[in-house]
């Protein structure tokens, strides 16, 4: 059982039935809410852990590993500055495509994704580093809600 946390600013209701959740999940594929597409995607790892850009009720709503964030279909990079993204992550050389999720931030009329993290990278064991985003990223989404296993009680 998860408990579900809305991340609109517009504290608009999010409705979601036990069924959607898992045919969204299981098999991974995209599915309609209104006229948008929507997708859950399983977190893996610890680069959100912080949650400092994500508030609910006063509370920081961290995304930590093992959750579920519900995004929506959009490719209005835009639109999505300042917001909690998934993105694609093709690297030379680098394997198959990743996708990660990512605060989008501008500084300076340029485009940064942003983690916000209480842990170090595991791979360089270094603070997470804002990557500029570039030709090797791609804006796949909007995340809108954070689904937590009920045993994560001090959200």
Request: glycine residues 6%.
């Amino acid at each position: 059982e998860y408990k579900i946390y809305s991340l609109r600013a517009d504290n608009l209701r999010i409705r979601i039935l036990h069924k959607d959740f898992l045919t969204s999940i299981i098999p991974r594929k995209m599915r309609e809410i209104g006229r948008k597409a929507h997708g859950w995607l399983k977190v893996t790892g610890n680069s959100m852990n912080e949650g400092q850009p994500i508030k609910n009720k006063d509370k920081r709503i961290r995304i930590e590993n093992d959750d579920y964030v519900l995004f929506f279909e959009s490719n209005d990079v835009a639109a999505s500055v300042g917001k909690i993204v998934i993105v694609s992550e093709s690297l030379p050389d680098s394997g198959p495509i990743r996708l990660l999720v990512k605060h989008l931030v501008k500084k300076n009329n340029h485009l940064f994704l942003r983690s916000y993290s209480r842990d170090k990278n595991p791979n360089t064991g270094d603070d997470f580093r804002d990557l500029d985003f570039d030709d090797c990223y791609q804006l796949i989404g909007e995340v809108i809600a954070v689904a937590k296993p009920n045993l994560h009680e001090d959200a």
